[in-house]
């Protein structure tokens, strides 16, 4: 199974796809682990973005793929892999499906967390609240003034992409908001229902 799963920062992605990993036994790509494997294995990728990163700029789309095309060519990623972070654009989603359709792969599903920015930006400032009361240090993310800002930047940037896959017939939603447990129920039952239409 190849998936996509999209949503906004603090959605639950990172813990869903961690679940679905185990689940599954498909690796979850985060484009930052990628990006500084690629680095330190120094492959030719690698040592592009490496050199970009350096002078401060940012990764263009054409390497971000390339380090994605690399990476799903290795064994862990034979019986599928899930995209968290990626494609943050529609135009890195072009790019991403033409990379897979040069390798004769393609998405299966794209999965998106719909949820409600105020109970978010609550449950956000509730998890700075809980982080400081234990005496640890709040991540400078948590803050509801940094998180907002976060939120508008998806919305203009990656909310597009909803539209880009539904266009598609790729997208599928679930309840964000929901407790966690019944979170990964509604997705494992999207995922259960496709790898039985693929076995029949």
Same mark, same amino acid.
């Given at each position: 199974?190849?998936?996509?799963?999209?949503?906004?920062?603090?959605?639950?992605?990172?813990?869903?796809?961690?679940?679905?990993?185990?689940?599954?036994?498909?690796?979850?790509?985060?484009? %930052?682990?990628?990006?500084?494997?690629?680095?330190?294995?120094?492959?030719?990728?690698?040592?592009?973005?490496?050199?970009?990163?350096?002078?401060?700029? *940012?990764?263009?789309?054409?390497?971000?793929?390339?380090?994605?095309?690399?990476?799903?060519?290795?064994?862990?990623?034979?019986?599928?892999?899930? *995209?968290?972070?990626?494609?943050?654009?529609?135009?890195?989603?072009?790019?991403?499906?033409?990379?897979?359709?040069?390798?004769?792969?393609?998405?299966?599903?794209?999965?998106?967390?719909?949820?409600?920015?105020?109970? *978010?930006?609550?449950?956000?400032?509730?998890?700075?609240?809980?982080?400081?009361?234990?005496?640890?240090?709040?991540?400078?993310?948590?803050?509801?003034?940094?998180?907002?800002?976060?939120?508008?930047?998806?919305?203009?940037?990656?909310?597009?992409?909803?539209?880009?896959?539904?266009?598609?017939?790729?997208?599928?939603?679930?309840? %964000?908001?929901?407790?966690?447990?019944?979170?990964?129920?509604?997705?494992?039952?999207?995922?259960?229902?496709?790898?039985?239409?693929?076995?029949?």
């Amino acid at each position: 199974m190849r998936i996509i799963l999209l949503g906004p920062p603090g959605a639950g992605k990172g813990t869903q796809s961690e679940r679905i990993t185990q689940t599954y036994g498909i690796p979850q790509l985060s484009t %930052g682990d990628m990006l500084r494997a690629a680095v330190a294995a120094g492959t030719p990728v690698g040592l592009e973005a490496k050199s970009i990163m350096e002078s401060g700029g *940012l990764v263009p789309d054409a390497v971000v793929v390339g380090i994605v095309a690399d990476r799903v060519e290795e064994p862990d990623c034979e019986h599928g892999f899930i *995209l968290d972070g990626f494609p943050r654009t529609v135009e890195q989603a072009i790019a991403l499906d033409e990379m897979l359709k040069e390798k004769g792969l393609e998405l299966d599903t794209v999965i998106e967390f719909v949820v409600d920015e105020n109970a *978010l930006v609550g449950r956000i400032a509730k998890r700075a609240e809980e982080t400081a009361a234990r005496g640890q240090p709040v991540r400078k993310d948590d803050t509801p003034e940094v998180f907002k800002s976060r939120f508008e930047a998806y919305k203009k940037q990656t909310a597009p992409l909803s539209s880009y896959y539904a266009s598609l017939g790729h997208l599928q939603t679930i309840d %964000g908001m929901k407790p966690i447990d019944e979170v990964t129920k509604d997705l494992t039952a999207i995922l259960d229902r496709y790898r039985q239409t693929v076995a029949s």
